[in-house]
């Protein structure tokens, strides 16, 4: 069964890919999908052909994702300008005014200079961390290996990688259930400690990957909207590969460099605050909250220190004002998901939707209260629905912000092994009644 769905996601996809090709009035989009196209075809007709199914999902997500950014970027270097979506160079000036003026950001007059067709690029509406991913062309000048997607592409490898071995090491059930002794004496002298307690044995890592890992790695990686998005934007891909790496962390019992990750992830968009929430209820359910808070909580706010300083308007205009729609100019980003359809066609819609955007926050954060997740499968799953709620009801979101839940709900059963914590093993916490 999973090599058929394997089939047919590489068959749609690149069925999507020529499509795209074809008709997308998107210039990097269409040239990605000439490139993607024979990627998805390729691993079709490997499926049946290769045995390890994580393999074939790493091999294509170089492919579909990573071979047509790099041509991008070599064609972007050599004088294209049509190869690259704007938030990469939004990203890259961001960089560039962070080493000339301290902060990534405009403030609302200097954005009010630029001529009207060109204003939208004037706005920066990611977090501070997003500016360093700019600096290296900032530094170096205009090459391909200093193009901002290149840098977004090889934080995504890292830290996906690294959240695939840690979840690779987790202890199946059968084999924590392995270390338990054949006899059960009836008396002991003394409780054995949890250092003396012995170690569950971890798979082999030549063995295969589960089902449900090559699942959410697909979903990261090769899905169309994620490929697409790294290879002609990308933004958004390190901070999904950072807030899995997270979980995994978590579901390791690594929590100060969960929160690490997370914290980095926040730094640089948004979109990671609401796994920061739940993490820190994790944390504060499993107590061990003191490690997790210095990263998940110090990296963003440490980020926002040097824009605060230099210029304090200049960060509430770019990052709350012009997502708002209180800018000088209106978003790009308007999907016909619910919240900006009820914004468009009803009167006072914005305010309807931001008002059904705040409802679901708020019976999310009190369900995340009353029956916290005690696990990182549970955790994951609060991520996963919370964001799927938030994109949907805002009155500004992309289609593409989908990648987001895709991810986080399809690594939750990869993440549902018994780590040998304290915590119960199948954490209903979204389900109990």
Known sequence: MTKKLDLALYALSAVFALV???????????????????????????????RRRDLLAWA??????????????????????????????????????????????????????????????GYRPYQPGMSLFGVPRALTGDHWFTDAR???????????????????????????????????????????????????????????????????????????????????????IPVLTLCLLALALAATGR???SGVAVGAAAACKLFALPVVAVLIVHAVVTGSW???????????????????????????ENVLRFPMGHGLVTSPAQSPFPGYLISQALPGGRYIAAGLLV?????????????????????????????LAAILLMPTTRFGYLLYPAALLLLAPALSKDTGSSAPRHDTALYRH
Do not use: N
């Open 290 to 316: 003191r490690r997790l808070l210095p990263g998940a909580l110090g990296l963003p706010l440490l980020a926002l220190v040097p824009p605060l300083l230099v210029d304090a308007d200049a960060l509430i």
């Open 255 to 257: 929590p100060g460099w």
């Open 359 to 387: 409802l679901a926050a708020a019976v999310i954060g009190i369900r995340l209260l009353r029956r916290p997740p005690r696990t990182a499968p549970a955790a994951a799953l609060f991520c996963g629905y919370g964001l």
């Open 60 to 121: 294509a997500w170089g492919a579909v994702a990573l071979l047509p950014l790099v041509i991008q970027s070599v064609q972007r270097a050599g004088g294209r300008t049509d190869r690259a979506q704007e938030e990469v160079l939004v990203v890259e000036q961001m960089g560039e005014s962070l080493l000339h003026s301290g902060t990534p950001y405009l403030s609302r007059t200097e954005i009010a200079a630029i001529p009207l067709d060109e204003r939208l690029l």
């Open 150 to 236: 290149v840098w977004f592409a090889i934080t995504a490898v890292v830290t996906l990688a690294a959240a695939v071995t840690l979840v690779r090491s987790l202890p199946t059930p059968s084999a924590v259930r392995s270390t338990r002794p054949l006899f059960k004496l009836t008396r002991t002298t003394a409780p054995v400690s949890q250092a003396e307690a012995p170690a569950a044995p971890r798979p082999d890592s030549g063995a295969p990957v589960s089902p449900a890992l090559v699942r959410a790695v697909q979903a990261a990686t090769v899905l169309p909207v994620t490929a697409l998005t790294l290879a002609t934007g990308g933004d958004d």
């Open 20 to 50: 795209t090709a074809l008709t997308s009035t998107l210039l990097p989009h269409r040239a990605w999908g000439a490139v993607a196209a024979w990627g998805y075809l390729t691993a079709a007709l490997l499926v049946y052909l290769v």
